[in-house]
C-alpha cells in the first residue's frame, strides 16, 4: 500500500509533492522540473487586470447595451463567477473600468514626455489623441448609459469628476502654464473641451486633417495666452 491518489507516493510519501523513495522534496517528481507555481495575489490582480481590458473593449466595441458580465467574463477568459467575485455587480465592474480608463490616459500622456515637453503644439496633438482613441470611446458609452442608469449615474459622475481635475493638472504641468495670468485656467480648460468635442466627431468620421488644422489653431491660441 503506500499509494495515495493526489500526489503522495510509495515509501513513506507526504502530500503536497514533498516525498522519499525516489522523489525529492520540492515538488520535483520523477526528475522533472519543479512546476512554478502562480502566488494566489498574483493570479487574483492578472484576473482583475484582464475583466478590466476586456470590459474596456467591450464598451467601446459593443457599447453599454451590449457589454454584460458575461460577455466580459467570456472575452476576458474567465468565468462568470470569478468576475462577480472581482466585481460584484455590472455597475461596478464597468466603474471600475472608466477609473482604469482614466488610468491608462495619464499614464500614456506623461509617458509621450518623460523629461518634460517643449514644445506645445507635440502637448495640444497629444491630448487630442487621448479623446479620438478606444480608452476614450469606452468612456463615453458609460457616460451616456449613466445618464439613463439612475443606480450608476452618480458614481460616473463623482469619478469623472476626480478624472477632469487629475486631467487639467497634468494639461496645465505639460503646457507649462501660469494659471495666475488672466484667461490661462478657462483657455487650458477649453482645449480640454475641444479636444472632447474632437472626440466626439471622431466617432462618426476620421477627420485628421481637420484635426490637425485645430490643433495648430489651439496652439497659436494657447502661446498667445500662456506665453
Known sequence: MGVVNGGATTGGATTDGATTGGVATGGVVNGAPPVE????????????????EAAVACLAEHGWAGS????????????RGAAQHHFPTREDLFTAAVEYVAEERSTALR?????????????????????????????????????NEEQLRPRVTELEAR????????????????ETRPGARETVQGLLDMSRGL???????????RRERVVAQWSEILDGVLG
Request: overall charge positive; charged content about 25%; glycine content about 6%.
Open 163 to 178: 478624472v477632469g481635475r487629475e486631467t487639467h493638472r497634468i494639461a496645465v504641468e505639460l503646457l507649462n502654464a501660469d
Open 37 to 52: 507555481r502562480v502566488p494566489k495575489q498574483d493570479r487574483s490582480r492578472a484576473t482583475r487586470q484582464r475583466l478590466l
Open 68 to 79: 454584460t458580465v458575461s460577455v466580459v467574463a467570456e472575452r476576458a477568459g474567465v468565468s
Open 111 to 147: 509617458d509621450l514626455f518623460p523629461d518634460g515637453p517643449t514644445d506645445r503644439h507635440a502637448v495640444v496633438a497629444a491630448l487630442v489623441d487621448l479623446y479620438t482613441g478606444p480608452l476614450f470611446r469606452a468612456a463615453l458609452h458609460l457616460w451616456v448609459a449613466a445618464s
Open 199 to 209: 472626440g466626439l466627431a471622431n466617432l462618426l468620421t476620421d477627420d485628421k486633417a
